[in-house]
């Protein structure tokens, strides 16, 4: 049923394993055995604080008030079994209220850059942290490099920039696992050291790494490190392609009379949710 139509969607099978980012509009599914949501409060609060959008699928029988559920935070309430004919036209009020709502202030001096920075110095990181906020969008700080794992994991990232020296999991290792994750095969891995022995670069370069900043740091050399990486100018050929994706235009107009056309076309049963704990997201 989502796939008529133009909105892009991410799918997960509970709501615990849905990566922890902001989403457009959150479709919640709930379980048919449930008829009380009070002991679920805790995850429907922090639905609404992924998602200004939250549209709730209830089995028919719960025992819950639409009313209380929206000064909650949820959007809409939807009865299952969903279809076509109730679903897509909450989702066309929701693009609607996306639409109309003024766009957030962007600081067009900064680079339009996710930059991850890992550091097991507490002074060391807040330096680096205080030159990125000051050159890119969105900075993100881990201690650790099992904590800049965890990171990668639900977040995506233009550029890391990582620690060798730290205890328990070495910068190393972090690069290698972050680059073992589907998202971040070819995200640049930048090796920080203090130690710049001959032959050191050469070395991290075949671990795996793709760059190398000496400390100290100096704002300069960061900012032409991160100029050299910006999305769109620094590519990386993988050993082999993935297959091609097809290409989605966000820029089209929404021919929704076209998508409830195509959702009845596939039958009354195609659009309806399964049962299980299931969740939507979708960014228009």
């Not at 909450?90 to 850059?113: C, E, N, R």
Request: glycine fraction near 4%; aromatic fraction near 2%.
């Amino acid at each position: 049923m989502l796939a008529a139509t133009p909105l892009e969607v991410i799918y997960s099978p509970t709501f615990s394993s849905l990566a922890e980012a902001q989403y457009d509009i959150l479709l919640v599914g709930i379980p048919v055995s449930m008829r009380d949501l009070s002991p679920h409060r805790e995850k429907l609060a922090k639905a609404c604080a992924m998602s200004d959008n939250v549209l709730l699928a209830l089995p028919c029988h719960a025992q819950v008030s639409a009313e209380a559920l929206k000064r909650d935070g949820v959007a809409a309430c939807l009865l299952k079994p969903l279809t076509t004919t109730r679903l897509l036209p909450a989702l066309v009020a929701t693009s609607h209220a996306l639409a109309s709502a003024p766009l957030m202030q962007i600081d067009s001096h900064k680079l339009p850059m996710t930059v991850m920075a890992v550091d097991d110095n507490p002074a060391n990181l807040k330096l680096i942290g205080a030159l990125l906020d000051d050159l890119v969008q969105q900075v993100i700080l881990c201690d650790s490099g099992q904590q800049a794992v965890d990171k990668a994991k639900q977040l995506q990232m233009d550029l890391i920039l990582m620690d060798i020296q730290m205890p328990d999991m070495d910068g190393i290792r972090a690069c290698e696992l972050i680059h073992h994750l589907s998202h971040h095969q070819q995200t640049p891995v930048i090796a920080v050291t203090a130690h710049a022995l001959e032959g050191q670069r050469e070395k991290l370069l075949s671990a795996g790494m793709n760059d190398y900043l000496a400390k100290p740091i100096e704002e300069e050399k960061l900012h032409a490190l991160l100029l050299r990486y910006q999305p769109g100018l620094h590519s990386v050929v993988p050993a082999s392609l993935p297959p091609a994706e097809p290409i989605v235009d966000h820029n089209q107009t929404l021919d929704w009379q076209l998508a409830l056309r195509r959702g009845h076309e596939a039958g009354p049963g195609a659009g309806d949710a399964a049962n299980a704990d299931r969740l939507y997201a979708g960014g228009a």
